[in-house]
């Protein structure tokens, strides 16, 4: 490697580096910084953050491929890591007086959020299964430190240890799969594995090598059979990381299955099939089991399983469409989810917890402003027009019927049905229900919270009003272009 | 570009739900919501007194780029068929408003927010040239819908909300997936009238025919898909279930004018003995469970089903007289179910009672509001004279043309809402003053009196003078016909 190269692959990794050296320094300064000075964590990791996005935007321009093809920094990248960025930021402001009254403000709250942001900001430039893999790491073994983080909360730790366990089984399912291909190809480069390949695509190694990819990567996005630790991880957690892990890690998830899957080489091997499967089994479970649920965390976790299942109807899809579709419908659900999230994080307030559905009778009567925003993000879950859910589901169906998989639109459409019950649950809990005589609503409106409701709202409206750009935005991430 | 009165009269009331939310005292949130919608309705009369009636092409059109890399435009425009609904649903929105004057006395300014923005959607839905727009619209309207239904309405009421809901999506979902299929087979546009100059292969208009058939057909309601109608109706206020009965009826039917029938002519033509024979099932069965009913607004929930039926028997004769006569009906329904709506609400307000075993003798303590019960009864069983008549006399002659059957399954129809009409009116108006020594009635006053006249009016010009009508819809009704004709292989 030339100095010159060195020095492009610098360049083009530069907002990693950036966001990696912050939360080092930050980890370091947390330690000086007193008690009760939170805000100088939430504010010096915005920024940590907004420099790396001026990175991002300004490597926008041009593919950069770096470090001798491990990595590249390109548009799809940069679409990701937008949504990375938006997540994070979100989650650092929701953070602010959550960690207050949950008692884990410390500094390493914070760093380890940062950790895990580069993670999937590597994740989505890796162009090789080993910085994939080494990426994945970084991002979960951070969130497995966030889940549990509520010290002297059994939920929290018993989620921690699951996601622990499982989450190591299945990357050691992933790296099995990459030996495989190695052995195979006798390259781990996603580019070189198709061109090495010169005998019949159904290989059975080959089959067996993108099953065992497969299921490592499913199991971040939370996709059936691979979406036991979902529910109980996303209920143990502290619910600011809830909500960061439901957006962030998701969509670097779907980074690398969109950047694996469209590879030549699985794209012949009809893993389509699979996926297919998977995308129907996920958003069968997820919409029915949330039926059921009493728990809003819990129900959230399932309505997470069945977004992901939506998304993965793009991935089947294919195409320059059904790749822009997944991004688009990443960056929606990110301002929706974390929209809904937010409301719920600031009814913990005191001894209130917000946690289970009833909590929120008759909301509407003492806070219609609040109830309207939550009506708002919930009727955009469920992809009711003309919020911006709708829009991403649409574009989704688009894909599958451009692709001639009609059968699979209607089934995904008949879900989401079932779906919008229990999002409309909810309105009816907030705005049909009569309020506890005693229980007060006291949500921690703070300044920073309004922020992120502002934002949430403008984004779940603004694209669904006006689609266009994001649309455009989508379409011209998508990778070659 | 000419002045764009189509979007204003379309988002005038959504834009008077803005300001709706920054007032405090809710007679100011009554008289500002009744001004929007009035202007809103003087603007449709300005936009009546420009229309064209020679002719079938669009009028008012604007368009705009919406989302261009999907084809998708923000394009507004009216022919005959929809101006008549435009000018109906205007005339609606604030007859709701004076309606719900006092019967809403609770969170009256979330509930006025909602009637506008369901005013915009529904105009909106009529108005639209794109079908993305069109669907955006229709599948809004879910949200305003179920929040009127749910927050303000009687004690079933989140059931019913649920079920109007749920219903209404997973059909309207259908509708969705065959209106990608069509932009895809219809040369990546959404533009309603390119795709109706498309001649699709048979296959797969007959499946689009069924996608589109099973959301319409919740929505009309058909039987045996209309079973959210009558929770729907009896569990929303009185403004909801005018709203509901007048507009978002229509929708089914209007869907069916302006997709089924021009987008899919020959599937319209294949299946149209199928449409007869469940628009006659809906007709006599509607007509039977009407019969049966106790509760007032149940037996007009009932009666409505029937005269839909009505509707769509003509729609799908697809001759010139049953076309003419179903559109015709479509329109006389919403202003006579409307008031009999409002009129069941307006008792209602009054004794809290809705069971007709409660009633009797009203004649003497309310003869002006019995007056007009009457003329709306009969209008509703079509005497001569009154509106309905034009417009079952026409799809009666359709019918007959088209299916011997069909035709006779309707009048036997129109035989039985003479049966439990004339009932209802018997046993709540006449004989002894059983209620008046339970109740203290007092008669209409202004404001109701405000909201019926009007109602009263159309229903006597268009059963004595019906030509202005027709003559708006004629042309846009004949080239629909040459259209379906025409591609659909002959008569």
Redesign the interface.
């Known amino acids: 490697m030339t100095a010159a190269a060195l020095f492009q692959s610098i360049l083009a990794s530069l907002p990693e580096i950036v966001v990696v050296a912050g939360a080092c320094i930050l980890l370091i300064l947390g330690q000086l910084v007193r008690k009760g000075q939170g805000h100088f964590l939430v504010s010096a990791s915005v920024a940590i953050v907004l420099i790396a996005a001026l990175g991002t935007l300004m490597l926008a321009g041009e593919v950069r491929p770096a470090y001798t093809g491990m990595f590249i920094a390109d548009r799809f990248a940069g679409f990701f890591k937008g949504v990375f960025y938006l997540a994070t930021i979100l989650t650092f402001l929701l953070s602010r007086k959550y960690t207050e009254i949950e008692k884990i403000g410390s500094s390493e709250y914070y760093v380890m959020l940062l950790f895990a942001l580069s993670g999937m900001m590597i994740m989505a430039s890796a162009t090789d299964l080993l910085s994939i893999y080494v990426g994945l790491e970084l991002m979960a073994l951070s969130t497995y430190v966030l889940t549990g983080f509520l010290r002297r909360e059994r939920r929290s730790n018993e989620a921690s240890l699951k996601y622990v366990i499982l989450g190591g089984v299945s990357t050691g399912i992933f790296l099995y799969g990459v030996s495989l291909v190695y052995g195979i190809t006798g390259t781990t480069q996603l580019d070189g594995m198709a061109a090495a390949v010169t005998g019949d695509p159904l290989d059975p190694g080959l089959l067996l090598a993108v099953v065992f990819i497969v299921a490592g990567l499913v199991f971040k996005v939370g996709a059936v059979p691979f979406h036991m630790w979902v529910p109980d991880v996303y209920e143990g957690a502290p619910t600011t990381i809830t909500a960061f892990m439901s957006v962030a890690p998701k969509a670097a998830g779907f980074a690398v299955i969109l950047r694996v899957f469209l590879n030549p080489l699985v794209a012949a091997s009809d893993a389509w099939i699979i996926v297919a499967v998977i995308a129907v089994a996920t958003m069968a479970l997820g919409s029915f089991v949330a039926l059921v649920q009493d728990n809003f965390k819990r129900l959230l976790a399932y309505s997470s399983i069945a977004h992901a299942g939506f998304a993965l109807f793009g991935v089947v899809a294919g195409g320059a469409d059904g790749i822009a579709s997944v991004m688009l419908y990443l960056l929606i659900y990110a301002f929706m989810n974390l929209g809904i999230f937010a409301a719920v994080i600031m009814m913990r307030n005191g001894d209130f917890s917000g946690e289970v559905i009833e909590d929120y009778a008759g909301l509407a009567k003492s806070h ?1 402003g609040l109830a309207l925003l939550m ?1 708002l993000y919930l ?1 955009s879950l469920a992809g ?3 919020t911006a859910g ?1 829009f991403a589901k ?2 989704v ?2 894909a599958l ?2 692709r001639g998989f ?1 059968m699979l ?2 089934i995904a ?2 879900l ?2 079932v779906a ?2 229990f999002y ?2 909810i ?2 809990v907030i ?2 229900r009569e309020p506890e005589p005693e229980g007060a609503f006291d949500p921690a409106l703070t300044p920073s919270v309004r922020a992120t409701l502002a934002i949430t709202a403008a984004g779940t409206i603004g694209i669904g009003l006006f ?2 750009w994001f ?2 935005l989508a ?1 011209h991430s998508v990778f070659g272009g | 570009m000419a002045f764009p009165l189509l979007s204003l009269i379309v988002f005038m009331p959504a834009a008077g739900a803005a300001v709706l939310m920054l007032l405090r005292n809710d007679d100011q949130v009554r008289w500002t919501a009744l001004g929007v919608t009035v202007l809103d309705f003087a603007l449709c009369i300005v936009m009546l007194a420009g229309f064209d009636t020679t002719t079938h092409e669009m009028q008012f059109t604007e368009t705009r ?6 084809g998708i435009t923000y394009a507004l425009g009216i022919d005959g068929i929809s101006a008549l609904f435009v000018f109906l649903t205007a005339l609606l929105g604030w007859i709701c408003v004076l309606a719900s004057w006092v019967a809403i006395d609770r969170k009256v300014k ?1 509930f006025m927010v909602s009637l506008l923005v369901m005013q915009t959607l529904m105009l909106g839905v009529f108005c639209a040239l794109d079908l ?1 727009l069109f ?2 619209f229709w ?2 309207m ?2 305003p819908m ?2 009127i239904i ?2 303000w309405g009687g004690d079933g ?2 059931y019913a ?2 079920k109007f ?2 219903y209404t ?2 059909g309207s ?2 509708f ?2 065959g209106v ?2 069509l ?2 087979h219809g040369g990546e546009t959404f533009d309603i009238l390119a795709l109706t100059e498309q001649d699709l292969p048979f296959g797969v208009q007959s499946w689009l025919f069924f996608a589109f058939l099973i959301a319409f057909a919740v929505k009309v309601p058909m039987v045996p898909v209309h079973t959210w109608l009558p929770d729907a109706h009896v569990q929303a206020p009185t403004a909801g279930s005018i709203v509901l009965a007048a507009v978002l009826l229509k929708m089914g039917a209007y869907g069916f004018l302006r997709f089924s029938l021009s987008m899919l002519p020959e599937a319209s033509m294949h299946y149209s003995t199928l449409m007869l024979a469940l628009s006659a099932l809906a007709i006599v069965y509607g007509g039977l469970l009407a019969l049966a009913q106790d509760d007032l607004k149940k037996l007009v929930a009932y009666s409505s089903i029937s005269h839909m039926g009505f509707v769509t028997l003509g729609i799908f004769t697809l001759n010139l007289r049953g076309l003419e006569g179903g559109i015709l009906q479509m329109f006389n329904h919403g202003v006579t179910t409307g008031a009999l709506f409002l009129f069941v609400g307006l008792i209602y307000e009054r004794t809290h009672t809705r069971s007709i075993a409660d009633y009797g003798g009203l004649m003497k303590a309310a003869p002006v509001y019995t007056a007009f019960l009457a003329l709306f009864t009969l209008s509703s069983m079509a005497l001569p004279g009154t509106n309905s008549f034009v417009g079952e006399l026409l799809v009666l002659s359709g019918a007959f043309a088209a299916n011997l059957a069909a035709g006779a399954a309707a009048v036997l129809g129109a035989l039985l809402g003479a049966a439990y009409l004339l009932g209802m009116y018997r046993k709540v108006a006449l004989g002894p003053a059983s209620v008046g020594a339970r109740f203290k009635i007092r008669d209409v006053n202004a404001r109701e009196l405000a909201a019926i006249l009007p109602l009263a009016v159309f229903v006597l010009w268009v059963g004595l003078y019906p030509k202005p009508f027709l003559n708006i819809i004629g042309p846009s009704v004949r080239h629909l016909l040459t259209q379906v004709h025409s591609y659909g292989g002959g008569q």
């Open positions: 219609p009506l009727f009711i027009p003309p709708f649409f574009y169906l688009v019927v451009e009609v639109a209607v459409v008949l989401s049905a919008a019950y409309i649950r309105v009816m705005y049909m689609p266009a649309l455009r379409q | 780029p919406w989302v261009p890399a999907l979330e993305f669907y955006v599948e809004a879910l949200i179920y929040v749910g927050v009421r989140v909300a649920f809901f749920l999506l997973a979902l259908l969705l997936i990608i299929v932009y895809f």
